[in-house]
Nanobody, 119 residues
Framework: QVQLVESGGGLVQTGGSLRLSCAAS????????MGWYRQAPGKQRELVAA???????NYADSVKGRFTISRDNAKNTVYLQMNSLKPEDTAVYYC?????????????WGQGTQVTVSS
């Protein structure tokens, strides 16, 4: 089991910045993949940014050059730095972790944090 707690959401104007944090209940070194997703009203949940199993990063085209995912292994925390925010970035942002052993890989989600970008 993995508990994920997100923080850092809020209301910001277009062009502003926010940093989201996702604190895990276990060592993130042991987590297979970890990243951020978002879901806007009436839309499907989509990948924003993630660390892959090989340690590289993957970004949605819509956020490349504006968002940066990073990690602090000592704090078991993954961050999402969001710059140059746009109204279309408005969504609930969720942290996700793929973790498991013995041939089983579970998907764990945080409770979500609201990001609202005003025009």
């Amino acid at each position: 089991q993995v508990q994920l707690v997100e923080s850092g959401g809020g209301l910001v104007q277009t062009g502003g910045s926010l940093r989201l944090s996702c604190a895990a209940s276990i060592s993130i070194i042991s987590i297979f993949m970890m990243g951020w997703y978002r879901q806007a009203p009436g839309k499907q949940r989509e990948l924003v940014a993630a660390f892959t199993s090989g340690g590289s990063t993957n970004y949605a085209d819509s956020v490349k050059g504006r968002f940066t995912i990073s990690r602090d292994n000592a704090k078991n925390t993954v961050y999402l730095q969001m710059n140059s925010l746009k109204p279309e970035d408005t969504a609930v942002y969720y942290c996700n972790a793929a973790y498991g052993s013995g041939g089983y890989l579970g998907s764990y989600w945080g409770q979500g944090t609201q990001v609202t970008v005003s025009s």
